[in-house]
T-cell receptor, first 113, second 118 residues
Framework: TQLLEQSPQFLSIQEGENLTVYCNSSSVFSSLQWYRQEPGEGPVLLVTVVTGGEVKKLKRLTFQFGDARKDSSLHITAAQPGDTGLYLCAGEAAGGGADGLTFGKGTHLIIQP | GAVVSQHPSRVICKSGTSVKIECRSLDFQATTMFWYRQFPKQSLMLMATSNEGSKATYEQGVEKDKFLINHASLTLSTLTVTSAHPEDSSFYIC??????????????FGQGTRLTVV
């Protein structure tokens, strides 16, 4: 069973601050995805990283996939109240297909104005 | 991106009754769909994998007779919570992977169903 350790599980910071969320595993993933979920809604895909060492940017969000494809990070610069939500990382097992995704426990992020 | 529609978004039922939740892939065929349960401020917990034309695969600890899954077509999976009890109250979410040839699988989620059993 592949496990994804996501940290921190809860983070409350002031508007304008920077933050990083980590997703770590001892297993190799063929891809890793980051989702954002707002209360009462389903998760929405933010980005997929595939190549070891890959860095993707989405406005103020920077996603990185570890060289060994076992870990990933999400960095938010100058956080805004609109960034508040539950951030989930999910890894696709090597071999892919319809085996499903392994989810981290999520990071509840609150950005205070 | 692909669209997954889940219905209803919110339901309140009496204890002992059954509730059916539908999950539809609107613009792609989904031979597999996943059903999750989510408790407040927690991550998604996989309940079962729904397979079109065959029996669902349940995760350990999930009662298959309690949570009936039917995946009768390539675009529809249903989850029926039978003889619901207050402890079944939760947020249920379905997802369907859309595997594009040569690309990685991405999961598309329904909007979720808030079930309250009174």
């Amino acid at each position: 069973t592949q496990l994804l350790e996501q940290s921190p599980q809860f983070l409350s910071i002031q508007e304008g601050e920077n933050l990083t969320v980590y997703c770590n595993s001892s297993s190799v993933f063929s891809s890793l995805q980051w989702y954002r979920q707002e209360p009462g809604e389903g998760p929405v895909l933010l980005v997929t990283v595939v190549t070891g060492g890959e860095v993707k940017k989405l406005k103020r969000l920077t996603f990185q996939f570890g060289d060994a494809r076992k870990d990933s990070s999400l960095h938010i610069t100058a956080a805004q109240p609109g960034d508040t939500g539950l951030y989930l990382c999910a890894g696709e097992a090597a071999g892919g297909g319809a085996d499903g995704l392994t989810f981290g426990k999520g990071t509840h992020l609150i950005i205070q104005p | 991106g692909a669209v997954v529609s889940q219905h209803p978004s919110r339901v309140i039922c009496k204890s002992g009754t059954s509730v059916k939740i539908e999950c539809r892939s609107l613009d792609f065929q989904a031979t597999t769909m996943f059903w999750y349960r989510q408790f407040p401020k927690q991550s998604l917990m996989l309940m079962a994998t729904s397979n079109e034309g065959s029996k669902a695969t349940y995760e350990q600890g999930v009662e298959k007779d309690k949570f009936l899954i039917n995946h009768a077509s390539l675009t529809l999976s249903t989850l029926t919570v039978t003889s619901a009890h207050p402890e079944d109250s939760s947020f249920y979410i379905c997802s369907a992977p859309d595997s594009k040839q040569g690309l990685n699988t991405e999961a598309f989620f329904g909007q979720g169903t808030r079930l309250t059993v009174v």
